[in-house]
């Protein structure tokens, strides 16, 4: 039967929450398609094999010392040693740093389309039709392939994680990984012994709408100071220098959740939103009224952050 | 070092966005500027020339209107560009954009550094920079937020996620895909805008390279998304909005 294959992502020996979200995905799509959901492992020992077997029912393992770190010529290599020892229709890679490195080429590889950077997937006249966001969320768009085959990337969050609970079989794969031409010589931290403000009650996040740093200083800053909570920001006031980077909240910074996040002047785009949106209340100020985060916000304002937050102080 | 830098002019998204029989946005309401993480890779590119000498050329693929902010990068200091003017690049995909870009380049010569921004704002796929990468048989690194050359050994920082990166070793000729913050983007100078007038800008059609690919995928529709969630809007003009908000903070949501 034909398989819906996801590549499993892993880090330090542990399987990422993406790829148990790939795992509930590959179930539904396959059973739409009449395709069996099955998970590429690729890892110097297959260890890992072991632990993703728990939450799909075959897992392929490519062993290989060439393995042992990820790398964009190894996992391309891997899979489509995988894809063409199996009746493989579709592959599913989670839209992360590793998956945005290798989706694309594998797609090339395989000769066949991609779609990337999902939310969503419908079958439709026996065919998967992806729903991805376009011009920072705003707008949505419908896209499948023309090839026989598919790759697709979901962004963090699009399923819900499977639990565990199976005991899926693991099959090894042997596949020849040639030169791998990108060599990881080591992984640094880049905020160790910096603020951390993932403990907060009260996060005041700022974003590109507050201008420029010493606007952001003048009017975030007080105001978390105010309500007795931590200041915040979303990557773009971060990439300009208006604060540090271990007060980015979002993808590539902190994941928060406190009880009340009051985000200004951040459009909210989906990078920010994976890193708060468990917030137990959210308050979003914007110019904007289209603004992604209106919709995930519990109470909104549309106006000028300027006049609003002066006279949120006012009252507090 | 010769450096190609590949660029895309995109709408701001801070526009407001009106959607033609589901195929296309109305650009009559639109701004176009150069894609941010674009800006990055320029910057990137100009400060390994002020090092190391050479060249820095602008590939893009866009209508007329695209022009304008090729020569926004000329006037940052880069030195000459190539234009993909071409409606089947337009219709075609991203692998029939990365295939005309990837050909475009080839048509250079000796380029030994290709860098794109990690996405567009626009289509948010990350993939074309990937792409040209395996369409020239090259290394490439995605998502990089730092960057150093020594001869034909280039190593660079993949950002990971929680705040770690990867240091990767690699060699030229390398495709990389430069991150947001990898620098502070310089602004024109007026002599420098004067100069990017005059400076060379060849506008071309697909097949001037000899590309042909054809699509892989399929655009369907776009839509404005319906979110089932709608934040409670407080209405009335800012003092009365905050003051109401504050009131439902301290005593509906209690979280003050």
């Not at chain 1, 950077?117 to 966001?133: I, L, M, S």
């Not at chain 1, 590109?208 to 100071?225: E, H, N, Q, S």
Request: charged letters at 25%; one cysteine or more; aromatic letters at 6%.
């Amino acid at each position: 039967m034909a398989k819906i294959l996801i590549i499993a992502e892993h880090f330090d020996g542990k399987v990422e929450d993406s790829t148990l979200e790939l795992c509930k995905a590959a179930k539904s799509l396959a059973s739409a398609l009449g395709a069996e959901p099955a998970a590429a492992v690729f890892s110097k020992d297959g260890a890992v094999a072991n632990e993703v077997a728990k939450y799909i029912p075959a897992v392929f393992s490519v062993e290989d010392a060439n393995l042992e770190k990820y790398s964009a010529d190894g996992y391309t290599a891997a899979a489509k040693a995988v894809v063409e020892s199996q009746d493989v229709k579709g592959v599913l890679i989670a839209h992360s740093y590793y998956g945005v490195d290798f989706a694309a080429k594998l797609a090339l590889a395989l000769d066949c389309g991609i779609v990337s950077n999902c939310n969503k997937v419908a079958v439709e006249g026996g065919a998967p039709v992806f729903t991805r966001n376009t011009y920072n969320g705003k707008i949505q768009e419908n896209k499948k392939v023309k090839t026989d085959k598919f790759v697709a990337t979901f962004e963090k969050g699009a399923f819900d994680m499977e639990a565990a609970g199976g005991a899926g079989a693991v099959t090894k794969v042997a596949a020849t990984i040639g030169a791998v031409r990108t060599t990881v010589k080591e992984i640094v931290e880049t905020m160790a012994g910096a603020v951390d403000i993932s403990q907060a009650k009260v996060i005041v996040a700022g974003g590109r709408g507050l201008k420029d740093g010493d606007k952001y200083k003048d009017v975030i800053i007080p105001l978390a100071k105010k309500v007795g909570g931590e200041y915040a920001a979303s990557r773009p006031v971060v990439d300009s220098g208006w604060t540090e980077a271990a007060r980015q909240v979002g993808q590539s910074g902190k994941s928060v959740t406190p009880d009340l996040y009051i985000a200004a002047g951040i459009s909210g785009a989906i990078q920010h939103v994976a890193g708060m949106k468990g917030s137990k209340c959210i308050v979003a100020i914007n110019k904007d009224p289209e603004a992604p985060i209106f919709n995930i916000a519990t109470y909104g304002i549309v106006g000028d952050l300027f006049e609003v937050i002066p006279a949120m102080m006012e009252n507090l | 070092m010769k450096i190609v830098v590949c660029l895309k002019q995109v709408p701001d998204m801070e526009s407001k966005f009106k959607i033609i029989d589901e195929k296309k946005i109305d650009e009559s309401q639109i701004a176009f500027k150069i894609n941010d993480f674009d800006n990055y890779a320029v910057e990137a590119a100009l400060q390994l020339k002020e090092k190391l000498g050479g060249e820095v050329v602008i590939v893009s693929a866009g209508p007329a209107r695209a022009q304008k902010d090729v020569r926004q990068a000329f006037a940052m200091g880069a030195d000459w560009g190539i234009q993909i003017d071409d409606p089947a690049v337009e219709a075609g995909d991203n692998y029939v954009i990365a295939e005309a870009l990837q050909k475009a380049i080839a048509s250079i010569g000796d380029v030994e550094l290709v860098l794109t921004g990690v996405q567009a704002e626009d289509d948010q796929a990350s993939v074309t920079g990937v792409m040209m990468a395996h369409l020239m048989d090259a290394p490439h690194v995605t998502n990089v937020v730092k960057l150093e050359v020594n001869g034909k050994d280039l190593t660079v920082n993949r950002e990971l996620a929680g705040g770690k990166n990867e240091v990767i070793n690699l060699s030229i000729p390398a495709v990389l895909a430069i991150q947001s913050g990898i620098n502070e983007p310089r602004y024109p100078t007026l002599p420098g805008i004067m100069k990017a007038k005059k400076k060379r800008l060849d506008v071309k059609k697909a097949a001037d390279f000899g590309a042909s690919a054809a699509a892989k995928t399929e655009f369907i529709k776009m839509f404005i998304p319906v979110s089932e969630h709608k934040a409670e809007i407080i209405q009335g003009d800012p003092k009365t909005a905050a003051a109401t908000l504050v009131n439902k903070l301290k005593n509906e949501a209690k979280v003050l």
